[in-house]
């Protein structure tokens, strides 16, 4: 049987964070969280004839915040998984969660329905940050559900933090990151902010305090060689991990591995076609077809593709497992990498060439040389 991974969007929230860009919408309808559920199911199951060699071995549901959802409609959407899918007996099953929303009750329901895996959003430790950002939040508030979480059986948690945020300084992202590892996590994704267009926080960034570009980078920096003492060590630009605990369900995407996404804004890769779903929502309520985007990417495509998520991950590429996959080795793709060995960009490993922390930091910039789409 072939492995796949299934991502579940739930694109509701309590209330919309001013840099999010995500597809989310505010939880103020029950009966529409309701009808949302139910076409969830109905999507899973539908699909599930196109599965049958196939065995889910991460099941992923994020949003939005999926503890919005009550257990019960939590463990309708994760029992419909059970019952149309295969599911290995190891199948890291993971739900997205804001300190805002969950319980003791609710997380002692999850475990009871197979969820195994949490992943909290903190973001920061600092209330005026928090603020900046627009969260609803403060560190006590995610002490509590980190607690409550623990105490109902999950020992395999995520924490999201992110820097380069408005009043962050390098000694309150490290005091941040401190707190963090005080509560020994298994695994932590530290992501810079990016402020997308047409958000809140864009219309709000003239009127707020900002870290310079050189802060940044040594937040970055400093970061990667903190968490490294505390036992969590980078595996990815943004991901860090005890050892058995690197997610299993991202790095499928990082792998170019299958996966199948549901709800409006999701995306799929199945059968060698690359497919999006549109962000409406009320289309996919009444059971309208939303995909927006399809394609079969080019072999070209394909080893690109390959090459620029493989060089997310710290290993990088293996040109073994290159040359297994494509018929041919990484020769040119190494050769554009090769200059930036000098500077401390990138290095050669054992079995191919990969990234540094320096290069993470430039990563956009190194990729547009060393990879190519559209011709």
């Not at 049987?1 to 579940?8: Q, S």
């Not at 997610?247 to 996404?261: A, C, D, F, Q, V």
């Not at 995909?291 to 090459?307: D, G, H, L, Q, T």
């Not at 040109?319 to 297994?324: L, Y």
Request: proline share 5%; hydrophobic share 35%; with cysteine.
């Amino acid at each position: 049987m072939k492995p796949l991974g299934l991502y579940i969007h739930i694109p509701f929230c309590r209330s919309k964070c001013r840099y999010c860009d995500f597809c989310s919408f505010p939880a103020r309808d029950a009966e529409r969280m309701d009808a949302y559920v139910e076409r969830l199911c109905r999507d899973l199951t539908e699909k599930a004839a196109l599965c049958r060699e196939y065995t889910a071995d991460t099941v992923y549901l994020g949003g939005g915040t999926p503890t919005i959802l009550s257990a019960a409609q939590l463990s309708r959407v994760l029992g419909t998984v059970f019952r149309a899918y295969r599911v290995s007996p190891d199948c890291e099953i993971t739900a997205e969660c804001n300190p805002a929303t969950g319980s003791a009750d609710l997380f002692r329901e999850m475990r009871a329905a197979g969820f195994n895996r949490l992943s909290v959003g903190l973001q920061s430790a600092h209330r005026e940050e928090l603020r900046a950002l627009g969260r609803v939040h403060d560190f006590g508030g995610f002490l509590r559900t980190w607690e409550e979480a623990r105490e109902a059986g999950f020992d395999n948690l995520n924490v999201d933090v992110m820097f380069g945020i408005p009043y962050q300084t390098p000694a309150s992202f490290r005091e941040t990151l401190e707190r963090v590892c005080d509560l020994r996590p298994e695994h932590l994704s530290a992501y810079a902010l990016t402020v997308e267009a047409g958000t809140p926080l864009e219309r709000m960034l003239p009127k707020l305090p900002m870290p310079q570009e050189d802060d940044v980078a040594a937040m970055y920096l400093g970061m990667v060689d903190f968490l490294a003492e505390r036992g969590l060590a980078q595996y990815e630009i943004s991901n860090f991990a005890r050892e058995g605990y690197q997610s299993r369900h991202n790095r499928k995407y990082w792998n170019t591995e299958e996966y199948l996404g549901f709800g409006p804004a999701a995306h799929s890769d199945f059968r060698g076609v690359r497919s999006g779903n549109a962000r409406d929502l009320d289309g996919y309520l009444r059971g309208e077809t939303i995909v927006c985007e399809e394609n079969r990417p080019s072999p070209a495509e394909r080893e690109n593709e390959y090459v620029m998520l493989r060089l997310r991950l710290c290993e990088g590429v293996d040109e073994r497992a290159f040359a297994a996959r494509f018929g041919h080795g990484p020769d040119v793709f190494f050769g554009r990498l090769s200059p930036y060995c000098g500077g401390g960009f990138a290095k050669r490993t054992e079995r191919g060439m990969a990234l540094t922390p320096r290069g993470f930091l430039v990563s956009n910039a190194i990729l547009a040389d060393v990879v190519e789409f559209g011709g």
